[in-house]
C-alpha cells in the first residue's frame, strides 16, 4: 500500500493550481466577479468550491464501476437533502413518519375511495366499511412520503381523483409527521450515510434537518485557496445577436457581461485525520480516488467562465504517528513559489518558481503527485 492511501496514517496536503483568463470561482456578492481578499486583492477560492469539483468527480467514476454503491453524493447539484436521509431510513426498513388514520364520513369520498384506492401508493392503506363487523371505513397512511412522492401519489388517478377526496387525502397527510426520536435508529442511519455516501465518508455533513441521521465530522478537511499575487478581476462587455426579450427583436445585438482575471496562481491545503476516518469507514481506495480526483477534476470542470485551470503541484506529506511527526504549517513552509526573475506581471505558471525542501522531519514522508 502506497504510504499517502494509507487511511491510518494522518496526511497533510498542498494542492496549487491555476487559472488563465477566466473565474475559477465567482462571489455572488460583487456580481459573480472572481473573489478577492480586498486587503490584498488576493485572490480566492473556497473549500466548497474544491470539493464541489471533487464530488462531479467522484460522480463520474462511480458510472464505471460495477459496484457504485459507495460512490453515492450527498450534496448532489439541485438534490434535496432531507430525501438523501430519508433513504437511509427507508433502506433499512425503520419509520419514516407517524402512522395516521381518518374515518371516511362523506359518502362521496368513499365511493371515490372504493374507485381509485388501487391507484394509491403502499403508503395508504384504504380499510372499506364492513356492516358485519359494525366496523367503518376508513384510511390510514404511513407518512413515509416526501412531498414530490405525495404529489405524484395524487397526481396518478388523474380525473378519477375528485377535489373533495383529494382535500380529504391530503388533509390526513399533513397530519402525519416524523417518527418518535430513536437514538438507535438515528445511529443506524448515520453509518448507513457514512457506507453509502463518498462525500460524508470524506467531508463530513449535518443530517438532522429532516429525519435524523446525526453529525459526521469529515477526516478530510480543505482550506480556501488564495493566490500566491494579488490578481485583477475584470469585468468585460460582450456582444451577443440574440435578444432576450420579444420587446427587443428590433435589436440588432444586446449586451451581456465576463468576469475573469488574467492569471492566477492559487495555493490551498488540506488536512486528513485518521481518527475521524475510522469513525466514518474511509477506506484505501477512498483516499486513492481522493487524490486522482484533486490531479484529474479540473478536466471535467471546463467552462467559458472557468478559462484555463490546471493543476500545478499536489504535495502530500505523510506521517509515521496518527497524531501527526510535526505540525502541518512547518511542512506546507516547505513549498515555497516565488516570482521568477524580471517578472512584474505573471501570465503563465512557468513566470513562477517552485521550490520544495524534502529535508523533512523524523516520521514524515512526501509523496509529490503533481509537479508543475
Not at 445585438?253 to 486528513?272: A, M, N, S
Request: glycine share 8%.
Amino acid at each position: 500500500m502506497p504510504e499517502h492511501t494509507d487511511p491510518n496514517r494522518r496526511h497533510d496536503f498542498v494542492l496549487i493550481f491555476d487559472v488563465s483568463d477566466g473565474n475559477p470561482n465567482g462571489d455572488p456578492d460583487a456580481g459573480n466577479l472572481p473573489r478577492t481578499d480586498p486587503e490584498t486583492m488576493q485572490g480566492l477560492v473556497t473549500d466548497v468550491a474544491l470539493k464541489r469539483k471533487v464530488r462531479n468527480f467522484v460522480s463520474l467514476v462511480a458510472e464505471d464501476e460495477e459496484n457504485p454503491e459507495r460512490l453515492k453524493i450527498f450534496v448532489e447539484h439541485r438534490g434535496v437533502l432531507n430525501n438523501q436521509i430519508r433513504r437511509a431510513y427507508t433502506e433499512q426498513g425503520m419509520e419514516v413518519g407517524r402512522r395516521v388514520e381518518e374515518p371516511v364520513a362523506a359518502s362521496d369520498v368513499l365511493e371515490n375511495l372504493r374507485e381509485i384506492s388501487a391507484t394509491l401508493p403502499g403508503a395508504f392503506e384504504f380499510t372499506d366499511a364492513d356492516e358485519a363487523l359494525e366496523q367503518g371505513a376508513k384510511l390510514s397512511y404511513s407518512g413515509e412520503l416526501s412531498a414530490d412522492e405525495l404529489k405524484e401519489a395524487l397526481d396518478a388517478p388523474g380525473d378519477a381523483l375528485n377535489k373533495k377526496t383529494r382535500k380529504f387525502i391530503s388533509d390526513l397527510a399533513k397530519r402525519s409527521g416524523k417518527p418518535a426520536k430513536n437514538r438507535d435508529n438515528a445511529e443506524k442511519a448515520r453509518r448507513w450515510m457514512c457506507e453509502n455516501f463518498y462525500d460524508v465518508r470524506m467531508f463530513g455533513a449535518v443530517m438532522s434537518t429532516g429525519l435524523n441521521a446525526g453529525q459526521v465530522r469529515g477526516p478530510m478537511q480543505l482550506t480556501f485557496a488564495r493566490s500566491v499575487d494579488p490578481v485583477v478581476p475584470q469585468d468585460l462587455a460582450v456582444t451577443r445577436v440574440a435578444v432576450t426579450d420579444e420587446k427587443d427583436r428590433e435589436k440588432l445585438q444586446t449586451i451581456g457581461r465576463k468576469t475573469l482575471i488574467p492569471y492566477g496562481l492559487y495555493v490551498g491545503h488540506g488536512f486528513y485525520s485518521p481518527h475521524l476516518a475510522r469513525d466514518t469507514g474511509v477506506t484505501e481506495e477512498d483516499l486513492r480516488l481522493f487524490w486522482e480526483a484533486l490531479v484529474n477534476m479540473w478536466a471535467f470542470d471546463r467552462s467559458a467562465s472557468r478559462g484555463q485551470m490546471a493543476p500545478r503541484g499536489l504535495y502530500v506529506f505523510t506521517h509515521e504517528r496518527k497524531i501527526g511527526n510535526a505540525p502541518a504549517h512547518r511542512l506546507f513552509e516547505r513549498v515555497k513559489l516565488e516570482l521568477g526573475d524580471g517578472v512584474a506581471s505573471p501570465r503563465r505558471f512557468e513566470d513562477y518558481v517552485v521550490t520544495v525542501d524534502d529535508d523533512l522531519p523524523e516520521g514524515v514522508t512526501l509523496t509529490t503527485l503533481v509537479a508543475g
